[in-house]
């Protein structure tokens, strides 16, 4: 079993449309980061949080440290959120970043 | 404030060659670590740097090394460049490494093909 669990892998959706992407993950970890990719490999840090919920515009990122869960919501969704975004735990023990296969999200017009 | 910089954006190399790519993080920043991304492997840790020290390292052969420069300039270096090394090689700098509350800053990756 992996350590980090995506779902969904793929996803597509229609402009305006709410989108959740969920990460379970199996080891102690001291922060959890989403990261953004873009076609063409530039990847940008969206949130790192160790706790609770953070918000920037209209993504927002939660995590349960007990459950070992986060979740990654984006509002009004807009093509220009198609990308893949992918969930990063760093590992408490092993100090270093264990990636999420990714999820593709596809925002149609 | 300039980016992460990675050089070059493309190289390309035949089997048994080696190579050393080159990551500039944000002035700043004394951590440096670098990731490997292919299709059918995902995402994967290869190193950190901290002040000149690798801080920690993934689990990859012995040919794959790097190095950080008292200015936190990182290089890292692959020999006997293998057809399964073809990747994309992103390095990201931080102020401590991803850890806590220390966001990570990729660059825009070297796309490696060996052929």
């Known amino acids: 079993k992996n350590e980090v669990e995506q779902s969904p892998q793929n996803l597509t959706a229609q402009e305006g449309e709410f989108i959740t992407i969920n990460c379970s993950y199996s080891v102690g970890i001291s922060a959890l980061h989403w990261l953004q990719q873009h076609p063409g490999g530039g990847i940008v840090s969206l949130f790192m949080l160790s706790s609770g919920k953070k918000k920037h515009g209209r993504l927002i990122a939660t995590i349960n440290i007990q459950e070992k869960h986060s979740s990654l919501h984006i509002t009004a969704s807009h093509p220009r959120d198609s990308a893949v975004y992918i969930c990063?735990?760093?590992?408490?023990?092993?100090?270093?970043?264990?990636f999420g296969t990714g999820t593709l999200l596809a925002v149609q017009p | 404030k300039a980016g992460v910089t990675q050089t070059p954006r493309y190289l390309i190399k035949t089997r048994g060659q080696q190579v050393t790519l080159s990551c500039s993080p944000i002035?700043?920043?004394?951590?440096v670590s670098w990731y490997q991304q292919t299709p059918g492997q995902g995402l994967q840790f290869l190193f950190e740097y901290f002040s000149e020290t690798q801080r920690n390292k993934g689990n990859f052969p012995g040919r794959f090394s790097g190095r950080q420069f008292s200015n936190s300039r990182s290089e890292m270096n692959v020999s006997t460049l293998e057809l399964g090394d073809s990747a994309l090689y992103l390095c990201?700098?931080?102020?401590?490494?991803?850890?806590?509350?220390?966001?990570?800053?990729f660059g825009n990756g070297t796309r490696l093909t060996v052929t």
């Open positions: 990063a735990p760093f590992g408490g023990a092993t100090n270093k970043l264990i």
């Open positions: 002035s700043g920043h004394r951590s």
């Open positions: 990201a700098s931080s102020l401590a490494g991803g850890r806590y509350n220390s966001p990570l800053h």
